[in-house]
C-alpha cells in the first residue's frame, strides 16, 4: 500500500511540474507553438494563417460545462489549449499580440471580452437541477 500511494504521490507531481514548468503557449518568431508533456507534444499555428480564436466548451458535472479551451484555428492546423490551470487574465498579453500580428484573426465573443479585459469568471450561471 505505502508502495502504491508514494507511487501515485510521484505521479501527481510529475504532472504538477509538467504542468508548471514544462508546458508552454507563446510566439515563437512567426508561429503560435503550445508545448506540453515535458516539451514532447507539440502543435503549432503559422500567425499569418490563423483565421479564429474561439473558445470550446465541454459539458462537465453538475449540468455546467468545462473551462474554455483556447482554439486557434489556422487554415491547415490547430492550437487546442485547456485554459483550466490558467488565469484568463494571462492570455490578454497573448492575445493583444495576435491581434497585432495578424490584424484579420478574428475572435470569438468569448476571447473578445477577455482580450478587452472584462470580467468573464461568472459568465455562465450553474442551475442546480434535482434527479427527482
Not at 99 to 118: I, L, Q
Amino acid at each position: 500500500m505505502v508502495v502504491i500511494g508514494l507511487g501515485l504521490l510521484a505521479v501527481n507531481a510529475l504532472i504538477v511540474l509538467n504542468q508548471a514548468y514544462f508546458t508552454t503557449l507563446a510566439l515563437e518568431g512567426d508561429e503560435l507553438v503550445f508545448r506540453t508533456n515535458f516539451g514532447t507534444k507539440e502543435e503549432r499555428v503559422p500567425i499569418g494563417s490563423l483565421q479564429r480564436i474561439d473558445a470550446k466548451r465541454y459539458p462537465g458535472a453538475h449540468s455546467g460545462v468545462s473551462a474554455p479551451f483556447f482554439v486557434a484555428r489556422g487554415r491547415t492546423s490547430t492550437v487546442k489549449v485547456n485554459t483550466k490551470p490558467y488565469r484568463l487574465a494571462a492570455f490578454v498579453p497573448l492575445l493583444g499580440l495576435l491581434r497585432r500580428a495578424n490584424t484579420r484573426v478574428e475572435f470569438d465573443p468569448f476571447w473578445d471580452r477577455v482580450s478587452r479585459g472584462e470580467d468573464v469568471s461568472k459568465e455562465i450561471a450553474l442551475t442546480p437541477r434535482s434527479r427527482w
